[in-house]
Every structure is written in structure tokens, then in C-alpha cells.
């Protein structure tokens, strides 16, 4: 899986415009909304992710200093985010401990990033809180009507047989 195209498709998906930076080391993707902006670096292993954030961090900033100073109070919620899909256990907590790192952007980093599932996760501090309802096949007329149980039968089966509002208030009782 290509973790900085999943990260792009997350993240446009969360509403965010998105581009690529080329101008590093490696490719980044940098992201922006109304309220936040930040920057994806992935790494092809822990150890590269460990000895290469701050300077990764540092570049994006040093190259988007422009923009983050006309940003105004979006600037203090500038994020870089650093993803492996290296599993190597004996780098999990330093990994992690990037996190606590409160210098210059806030910070999201994680590795054993191989699912598109895993990407989502690592990307949820981005994310707007949304629900997934749970919608199997089924006969949703049927559901609607159990749920409308204490409507009467002839204004639900109006309402769904698209007769004219007007003609649904009157069944209703509401229209004389």
C-alpha cells in the first residue's frame, strides 16, 4: 500500500485540500483547511523515521514560512505527521514519544502504518467525528413504518407515495 496516497484520499475525504511538495527529500503531502494545515512525511522505516523528523519538520516549515506567516491564528495549528509501515516493536514507544515533542508543530507519528484502516486511525486527530451507521439490505419502508408506528397508517402510506404535502396534512388532521 502506498501510505502517502492513502493519507491524501483520507484526508480529501475529511474535507481537506491537499498537494504534493516535491522539494524534499521525499515527497510530502501537505494539507490545509479552514482551520488547520499541516504536512505527511513518510518514512520507509522506524529508524529513518527516528533519526530524520526534526529535520523533515524543519524543512516543510522553512519552506512554507511564507504561507504559515499569512495564515494567521491557523498557524498555531499547524501539524506534521510521520508514518512508517516499518512493525519494528523496539522503535514503538520513541515513535510514540515524538508526540510529546510540543516544539514548533503539533505532532501525530506511527508505525506499522499497512492498511488503508491503519492510515485512517493514525489521521483521526485530523478527522471531523462522524458516524458510520450500520445499514445492512433491508426493506427500509418497512423500517420507516415500524419507526412511524404512531402515525397513522394513511398518512405514511401518502408520505411515501409521494402525494402533495398539502394532501398529507389534511390526512394528518393538521388541514380541514
Request: overall charge negative.
Amino acid at each position: 500500500m502506498d501510505i502517502q496516497t492513502q493519507a491524501e484520499i483520507v484526508l480529501r475525504d475529511a474535507q481537506y485540500e491537499t498537494w504534493t511538495w516535491t522539494g524534499s527529500t521525499a515527497p510530502v503531502t501537505c494539507f490545509e483547511s479552514a482551520a488547520l494545515m499541516g504536512f505527511v512525511h513518510v518514512f520507509e522505516t522506524a529508524s529513518m523515521l527516528l533519526e530524520g523528523w526534526k529535520a523533515s519538520q524543519q524543512s516543510a516549515l522553512a519552506r512554507h514560512a511564507p504561507s504559515l506567516r499569512a495564515a494567521g491564528s491557523k498557524a498555531w495549528n499547524v501539524y506534521s505527521v510521520f508514518l512508517t509501515s516499518d512493525p519494528t516493536p523496539l522503535h514503538t514507544r520513541a515513535i510514540e514519544r515524538i508526540e510529546e515533542d510540543f516544539s514548533l508543530t503539533r505532532k501525530i507519528a506511527r508505525a506499522s502504518v499497512t492498511t488503508p484502516d491503519d492510515v485512517e486511525r493514525a489521521l483521526l486527530p485530523l478527522i471531523s467525528i462522524r458516524s458510520k451507521p450500520l445499514l445492512g439490505a433491508s426493506n427500509f419502508e418497512s423500517r420507516l413504518r415500524s419507526r412511524l408506528k404512531d402515525v397513522p397508517h394513511d398518512a405514511v402510506t401518502a408520505f411515501l407515495n409521494d402525494t402533495p404535502s398539502i394532501e398529507v396534512a389534511r390526512i394528518l388532521g393538521a388541514i380541514s
